[in-house]
């Protein structure tokens, strides 16, 4: 299993960036994937989670209405895009495998990083 993440850079505040994340090593569309950022000197926050099919999504209550997460299953790449970008969105930005569907990342990217400027 391997996710390699990509997209980060950075970015003025209330810009726009797309990230991704290229999945291989199985079978992509079985699984939910989710999105986890963790910024300077804090815990790993849980940004948002797509179905295999991509028909159920969610997002944290604090970033909904900036974001759009998707998946391309052919591709098998994950993607999430950010808008409206804050300060507080500087963070690396993980993509993760959820195992059973409930939570239980068992495979992590490397991340990517995204840095807001003023």
């Known amino acids: 299993v391997q996710l390699v993440e990509s997209g980060g850079g950075l970015v003025q505040l209330g810009g726009s960036l797309r990230l991704s994340c290229a999945a291989s090593?199985?079978?992509?569309?079985?699984?939910?994937m989710h999105w986890v950022r963790q910024a300077p000197e804090k815990g790993l926050e849980w940004v948002s989670a797509i179905r295999g099919d991509g028909d159920s999504i969610y997002y944290a209550e604090s970033m909904k209405g900036r974001l759009t997460i998707s998946r391309d299953n052919a591709e098998n790449t994950l993607y999430l895009q950010m808008n409206s970008l804050k300060r507080e969105d500087t963070a690396v930005y993980y993509c993760a495998r959820d195992l059973t569907g409930w939570g239980d990342d068992d495979y992590w990217g490397q991340g990517t990083q995204v840095t807001i400027s003023s």
């Open positions: 090593g199985f079978t992509f569309s079985s699984y939910w």
